[in-house]
């Protein structure tokens, strides 16, 4: 177990402050992701570039800090939380933090704790997820092509990911595969992705790329619009409208033949920020309000200079009082700049 210091005093909060986190658009905070590491054991050309530096591991807040942390949201309303990355499975004692966190399960404070894999590690840890009460995960996969998968992941093996994912399955944790769709590599594909995935019962959701970070190639030569892949599909498959929701971006319908959800996340095309109840945070404690902008709030510093959670409750109010109300992502054409500097390891998918 990570040891807390410091926990958060439920009453005191209880006695001074509204309990939920409400931005000033009144939508409710109730979903907090968490990047447990910027580190990775793949390089997905469209997240990294290949010589990626990393943040010291000094920066880094500890396991107690992020579980204090995450406790301190989870005190404030937030029932949903998904650990990240980089690649969380990578973070050097991950399961201590899995394990002290699940006591907000077993409380019932919150009511769903799960996180986003590449699936490389998978195979090592499944049973240890399950067995800490993870029910569902997400793991990314753009290809079933193992070449392919390692031309797109630079470092991955396919066959890894596949093994992590049977590991997944055969302890009874739901998988959702997320595919982001390549412009020219994987567009062709998505129609047997999703017959893969929906053959072995897992979901599928497509996302298009955003230009997060500097890569070593052009935005504009992986983006592809997912009405175009939609398009695609149709020609296949017989997509339904259904109302089926996870809290987060995508929006899902069912394939008649397969009876699987296939979910699209458009951030570039449709913007989905009316119904935002999300904020991330790194792993070195910078707050996020919104994946697609910059303005952001340090926690660690209030965290760090107080053993109660007084200062770092004030920096989570004064943070969601600035919620902005959504995004714009553009590629810029001129210049071939990403929109945001920070890629999304730093952030957390
Ligand atoms: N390593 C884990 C994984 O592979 O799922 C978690 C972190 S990764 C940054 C989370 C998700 O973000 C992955 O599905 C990845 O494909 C996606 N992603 C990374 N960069 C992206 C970008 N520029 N646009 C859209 N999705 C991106």
Known sequence: MVATTGTVAPDLDRTTRPRALIDPFQRAITYLRVSVTDRCDFRCVYCMSEHMSFLPKA??????????????????????????????????????LVASLSRHLE??????????TNGSQLQKYADELKAYGVERINVSLDTLDPDKFRSIT????????????????????????????LKGVNEDEIGDLLAWAH???????????????DIDQSRLDQYIPLSLVRARLVRRYTLEEIDYRTGGPARYVRVKETGGRLGFITPMTHNFCESCNR???????????????????????????SARDDLLQGAIDEAISRKPKGHDFLIDRRHNRPALARHMSMTGG
Do not use: H
């Not at 409380?107 to 986003?116: C, N, V």
């Open 279 to 305: 904020v991330r945070v790194t792993c070195t404690g910078t707050l996020y309000m919104c994946l697609g902008q910059n303005d952001a709030a340090d926690l660690r510093a209030p965290l760090r200079a």
């Open 59 to 96: 920066d880094l807040l500890s396991l107690e800090e992020l579980d204090r942390l995450c406790s301190a949201f989870i005190s404030r309303g937030v029932r949903k939380l998904r650990l990240t990355g980089g690649e969380p499975l990578v973070r050097r004692g991950i399961m201590a």
């Open 199 to 213: 053959g072995r019962g897992m979901d599928l959701t497509v996302i298009e790329v955003m230009p997060l970070g």
């Open 154 to 181: 630079r470092w991955g093996e396919l066959g890894n990911v596949l093994t992590g994912i049977d590991a997944a399955q055969a302890v009874g944790l739901q998988v959702k595969i997320n595919a982001v769709a």
């Open 107 to 116: 409380s019932g404070a919150l009511s769903e704790l799960t996180l986003t």
